[in-house]
């Protein structure tokens, strides 16, 4: 098996050394002005930092170590997120470290493993992930991009949207339908296509923040070889389904919410609402919020310590995680009265920007499941709620 | 914080013991005790004597169990999802600031103290209300439940403790029935004879506000259990009403609040078990204390809710957590009183938000 990187041991460190260990390596490796940044990053800003991480082994955390992956165990992985996070270290173009890597190690055939595996931690393929469609969003099941078997070529046809960073990629992972009839989750397989590909068309779509963040994806009679298919036919969906595991908990890390209320903080004392009790009965609250969901954030984790899996319940989190940080932006747009409708940050101070941090908060309750369907699951499968 | 497996079992034990007084769910002895006196029943206080609860907070060189508040709350827990009435905090409480004095006869059951400290609604302070001058306790202290069955009263004064008979010379009781069926009592001490012990209530007072938030964690579990099973149950429009999004959503919701409500209480006791003092314990109480005041009212309120019109009535048993919520939300500081106090504490997660505020 290709091992690009010799990576250090990290198990053997006890935890506390290896907190200290990412700590140092952010200190002494990431850019500094990639440093907390308001949009999410193009390749061409990223790459330094990508392959900073690449050729220190540090790239691909929960990746075995034969594979040129940090080997963590899960307790290891919280410490090397939360580091990351409370670092405010830039967000890599990361589909292929996080989402396509792990599924590849579990479901992929040897010639996959050994030819994509390296490329994504050499950097020479950036991966972009294709599951939503216009029509299949919280429904995903019911995506109807098809893909047809032709001799050796599978044959696709369709479109895909909600492609984070599709632009910058080369190769796309996609569910596509290979069987109509039957439950609906039966008849999905998991393709690999290179995005050079004819009949490949990519349309970046503006978010709110008018972002060029993520793109549409159109495939017309898209060729890709029969051997792209990953795991077996009709498969794809328990495949992808079951990719999400543990990882899930970091969709509920307070960090996201504590650097919002740092700001929410930051930007009181600059307004001069810091001493108005109103305001500091309602930013009491949010901190207390923010403690308690600390508090339930480390007992899912200590539950990943003691080797534990995770249920259903889990979406409590990010459920919880999401809305109190909309609420600690509802309250910036409060106190920053006409600063709110502003385009740019108050006196051009980046960590002084409610209506940014604001819109960002938006897509939080609807990315990696919506609030309403995560609801829905949570009823079922943790209350026992009837259909 | 993790806890060890060791710990993890004891606190597993004293749960299950709990199921000697009463079921999870079963509140047929709460609604018997209503509006009966003592509101208790002696029997089982002696009961819960044998069992080391009395005095589980007690060090066991001074005749206690020696068990930290992790197995404490794990018990109020359960107590409170039985609305069980016997006064067990406020008994704890006295025993533990006893400590060397709290005698056998308390412990075991035999002889009954509550802790006497508040001057008035609304207050956090056991200085004030009654005072010890030349050997003589005058004043009053308020909303002491369970009163009415009490053998004795620990009264805290600004020079100490007081140890008062029931039926000391010169003390009235006066008793306030309260929504959950017992009492609240105001005790009128005039020149009741007494000496002064040692003692500082503060740190009991915590110790006590964070078990009471461990018992509305067993109202909140034990209303929700009622309520999600009243959805799966209860038919309209020839369905289950559990399968409507919205009350299915709104369940949810409550749930989130009982598990914010678990993690905050549990992590505030391995908190103080793990020796905070000062600040540090006192925000983490006043964190669990204001969560499980709010979550508890807004969990029986919602209850009755998602109950329609038979959560209304006195027959069905949601509607006695809302009232022993009622009860409790404030007692030893109800949420607004310790939002306040944590916001005038060196916050928990100042170091966490302002280690973000650094920046580059």
Known sequence: MTTPTQTPDFDALSDEAFRAAVQTFLADHHPRHLRNPAKRLHWDEARDWYLILASHGWLAPSWPRRYGGMGLSASKQLIYVDEFERFGAARLPDHGIILLGPLLIRHGSEEQKSHFLPKILSGEHIWCQGYSEPNAGSDLASLRTEAVLDGEEWVINGQKTWTTLAQDANWIFLLVRTAKGGRKQEGISFLLAPMDSPGITVRPILNIHRHDEFCEVFFDNVRVPKSNLVGEINRGWSMAKALLGFERIFLGSPRQSAHALARLKHLARHLGAWDDPVFRDRYTQLALDLADHNALFETFADRLRRGESLGADVSLLKIHQSELFQRITDTMMEIAAEHAGLLDPIGGDRDLDPAGLFLTARAATIYGGSSEVQRNILAKSVLGLPS | ?360
């Open chain 2, 1 to 360: 914080m993790s806890i060890d497996a060791d710990r993890l079992e004891n606190i597993r034990m004293i749960r299950d013991s709990a199921q000697a007084i009463a079921r999870r769910g079963d509140v047929r002895r709460a609604r018997d005790w209503r509006d009966r006196l003592p509101g208790f029943d002696r029997a089982v206080w002696r009961k819960m004597g044998d069992l080391g609860w009395i005095g589980l907070r007690v060090d066991e060189a001074d005749g206690g169990s020696g068990l930290g508040m992790l197995e404490f709350c794990a018990l109020a827990e359960e107590l409170g999802a039985t609305l069980t009435p016997e006064p067990l905090v406020a008994a704890a409480a006295a025993v533990r600031l006893l400590g060397r004095n709290a005698g056998s006869d308390r412990l075991s059951g035999d002889r009954i103290v509550l802790l006497a400290w508040q001057e008035r609604a609304g207050s956090l302070d056991p200085a004030g209300g009654a005072s010890f001058a030349g050997g003589r306790l005058s004043g009053c202290k308020r909303l002491v439940p369970a009163a009415d069955g009490a053998d004795e009263f620990l009264v805290t004064t600004e020079s100490g403790l007081v140890l008062v008979p029931r039926d000391a010379a010169g003390l009235t009781i006066e008793l306030l029935p309260a929504q959950d069926g017992g009492h609240l009592a105001t005790l009128h001490f005039d020149g009741v004879q007494g000496e002064l012990l040692p003692g500082d209530a503060g740190r009991v007072l915590d110790e006590a506000a964070l078990a009471t938030a461990a018992y509305l964690l067993g109202v909140i579990e034990g209303a929700l259990a009622l309520t999600v099973d009243y959805l799966k149950t209860r038919r309209q429009f020839d369905v289950p009403i559990g399968s409507f999004q919205t009350l299915q959503h709104r369940a949810v919701d409550l749930t989130l609040q009982a598990a914010l409500t678990r993690a905050s209480v549990e992590s505030a006791a391995a908190c103080l078990d793990g020796g905070a003092v000062g600040a540090e314990a006192q925000a983490a109480v006043s964190r669990a204390k204001a969560r499980a005041s709010d979550a508890a009212m807004l969990v029986t309120r919602q209850a009755i809710q998602l109950h329609g019109g038979i959560g209304y009535t006195d027959e069905c048993d949601v509607g006695l957590y809302l009232r022993k919520a009622m009860v409790l939300a404030p007692a030893y500081g109800g949420a607004a009183l310790h939002r306040r106090r944590y916001a005038a504490l060196q916050s928990p997660m100042d170091d966490i938000v302002d280690g973000v505020a650094d920046g580059p």
